[in-house]
């Protein structure tokens, strides 16, 4: 992924450019077998969310 520094320095990029990740869709944490599949299946568009 990179240093720490590039995190840093990715995410205030996404700040300053307001940048708002892609969701695909929020799985309750009970579900968390669903949502590994969902996302293994690679047919999601996005992020693959786990709702605490």
Request: hydrophobic share 40%; with cysteine.
């Amino acid at each position: 992924m990179g240093s720490r520094a590039d995190q840093e320095d990715m995410i205030r990029a996404m700040e300053i450019n307001r940048l708002k990740p892609v969701i695909d869709r929020h799985f309750p944490l009970q579900d968390i077998a669903t949502a590994f599949a969902h996302y293994e299946s690679q047919k999601h568009f996005g992020k693959v969310c786990l709702e605490v």
